[in-house]
């Protein structure tokens, strides 16, 4: 068979994908494997087992990211990167990063299939901590990789019960050796379920991902004072609590003013202290995200949350100070990678629409090292980040098949 009319084996990336869905299931049927748990060692364990029986080379880096090799007849070559994360959020499903990540094994257990040696190597990728459900913030793997993030900082990066990232690396055997980053790469290519409804509304199997919305995050730090609920006069109480309540009311309301440019905001996690009954509490914090398809839209909204502050402080009688910022979302794909995957779409018969990104993934941050290209597939009804997320494998198959002859064509180039 010529390369050319190869085709993944649907059968066996269904039965991938259903195996990793039985290994940290969720309490509603869908999954809760979060980064650096014995759910997420197991699923590395049996992952790390299916790349080796396909005759890849492992290696694990200091973040706990998993690689593994196929050699090119030319293994100096700079490698093309393909992947994602196997970690899910704490009510999530089983196509969420898992797709990408079996996607890329998949490529390679058809590429051995049928013979096909490719010029230069390549590597699936899954990346530790993507949700950044138990760690924050999100994405960290990559971004330490890709010389975004320093390394000794994420590890040190604590989850709700003050267990460091890189303690819980070495409790689950995964703190590897490798060093990070700092060599060269060909491409990166990351398959990922849209997380939205526009490819099943149009009855399109693949979105071509020519950029993403432009995202900014902040944690905001509420300082109040403690007192007593009963005889704290009105007048005399700096409640942070409602110092909070009037920040998250006014992140919606900065959302629902740019609703119209497809522009939201929103108020995702408050950390309120003490956080009992019958006592004023002294601190609460609260993450704030804001995403727009224009960068001047997000920045419009940050400056407007930025101008309600003070009034915020005056009604609650609290003290509200940013405390952190990060983005990211702007960095830009490359032309070529884009181009390669709607042509190998339009070669290999499947219907395509380029599309944005309105959420974050890995691919962003390796955009700094390396030419970098995303496909979409659809889900069901557009749902993410819950249990009922789903897809079948009628709609997973064609992106699927793209990227493989997109990662074909580029390794052996």
Sequence with gaps: MKPSNIRIDDKRYWDSLMQSAKIGPGSQGGMSRLALSDSDKEMRDLFVRWCKDAGCAVAIDRMGSIFARRKGSDDSLPPVLVGS???TQIHGGPFDGCAG???GLEVIRTLNDHGVQTLR???VVNWSNEEGARFTPAMMASAVFAGVTPLDWALARKDKDGIAFGDALKAIGYDGSTPMGGRKLDSYFELHIEQGPQLEEKGIPVGVVTGSFSIRGMN???GGENAHVGPTPMDRRRNALVGAAHLIVAVNEIGWGEHQARGKATSARIEVLPNLFGILPHHAQVTCDFRHPEVEGVERMVRAL???LPEIRHRSGCDVEIVERWQYGSEAFSRACIDLVRDT???LGIPSMDILSEAGHDAFHITHVAPVAMIFTPC????SHNEKEW???EDLAPAANVLLHAVLARASR
């Design 85 to 87: 994360h196997l970690d």
């Design 101 to 103: 990540v079996l996607a």
């Design 121 to 123: 190597p390549i590597e």
């Design 220 to 222: 905001i730090r509420v």
């Design 306 to 308: 930025e101008a309600r």
């Design 345 to 347: 779409a339009k070669a």
């Design 380 to 383: 069901e009804k557009g749902i």
């Design 391 to 393: 897809s079948k494998i």
